[in-house]
Nanobody
């Protein structure tokens, strides 16, 4: 089993920054991909960003491209999401996920709330 614990959420004014962290433990896959999703009230969960094991390949949703940066520290089994120039529409619960390369995201954290005030 894999456990994911997110942290770093909170309340921030528009234009501000937050850094989310997600620590993985348990039977994590080697060469795993890690990612972030978010779900706003009344909306479906949506992809935000992902990063491969080496960190060489990253993906971003168009809505966050140029503002968010994903990174990882494999020695700590931790993935980060640096969120800059935050907008009220970024308000959501942010979830961390992980899975084997090409195997989707079978493991999810419980989420951390991010609220951006206008």
């Amino acid at each position: 089993q894999v456990q994911l614990v997110e942290s770093g959420g909170g309340l921030v004014q528009a234009g501000g920054s937050l850094r989310l962290s997600c620590a993985a433990s348990g039977r994590t896959s080697s060469r795993n991909t890690m990612g972030w999703y978010r779900q706003a009230p009344g909306k479906e969960r949506e992809f935000v960003s992902s990063i491969t094991w080496s960190g060489a390949t990253t993906y971003y949703a168009d809505s966050v491209k140029g503002r968010f940066i994903i990174s990882r520290d494999n020695a700590k089994n931790t993935v980060y999401l640096q969120m800059n120039s935050l907008k009220p529409e970024d308000t959501a619960v942010y979830y961390c996920a992980t899975g084997p390369l090409g195997g989707g995201f079978p493991y999810w954290g419980q989420g951390t709330q991010v609220t951006v005030s206008s």
